[in-house]
């Protein structure tokens, strides 16, 4: 089973994700962390995921990009937490190698499907960007165009939607 979560900053998507993986059994239970630990604000945002998921009985695998070349033996069987969708695709297009939009497009998605076939169940932390309204330099724009084709890439590949709105989840497919 595939869940794809999302909403905006702050509305509650990773503990409704965590909420929900733990819901579903127990076994092996993967916290897939995405984020770069580049600066001080991304070393405090992954310190409060990681209190968080303290004691929830998750192994966490640091993986920035490549999800398409985590060993299958690792992730057979496992419930899979990816955390999130918009860093892992920030990651592909901006990290070592990157600037190639259909490369890092085809990338997140030879992860995703990876992770389909390989895990039990995977929940899919997304995050809304891009609603705001303001033209953002090309490169970031680019970027944006990215991550949107990425959530419906996901929304796709997933078999339930929800969108977490101030806490509640809305249930989109």
């Not at 999302?6 to 998507?13: E, F, H, I, L």
């Not at 995703?112 to 330099?137: A, F, K, P, Q, Y």
């Not at 970031?140 to 419906?152: G, H």
Request: overall charge neutral; aromatic content about 4%.
């Amino acid at each position: 089973m595939v869940l794809y979560v999302t909403g905006g900053s702050g509305s509650g998507k990773s503990l409704y994700a965590e909420t929900r993986i733990l819901e579903m059994g127990g076994g092996k239970r993967l916290y897939l962390a995405t984020m770069d630990s580049g600066d001080a604000g991304s070393r405090k945002r992954i310190e409060r995921h990681r209190a968080m998921r303290a004691g929830k009985g998750f192994t966490t695998v640091e993986r920035a990009r490549d999800l398409g070349a985590l060993d299958s033996a690792l992730l057979d069987g496992a419930d899979v937490l990816l955390e999130d969708l918009p860093n892992l695709t920030a990651n592909e297009l901006f990290g070592p190698g990157g600037g190639d939009a259909a490369r890092a497009e085809e990338a997140v998605e030879r992860g995703l499907c990876h992770l389909r076939r390989c895990c039990r169940n995977v929940v899919i932390v997304g995050n809304e960007i891009g609603s705001d309204g303001v033209r953002w330099t090309d490169g970031m724009q680019d970027y944006l165009q990215l991550t949107a084709r990425a959530d419906r890439l996901a929304a796709g590949l997933a078999d339930e939607v929800i969108e977490v709105v101030c806490g509640r989840p809305v249930r989109w497919k």
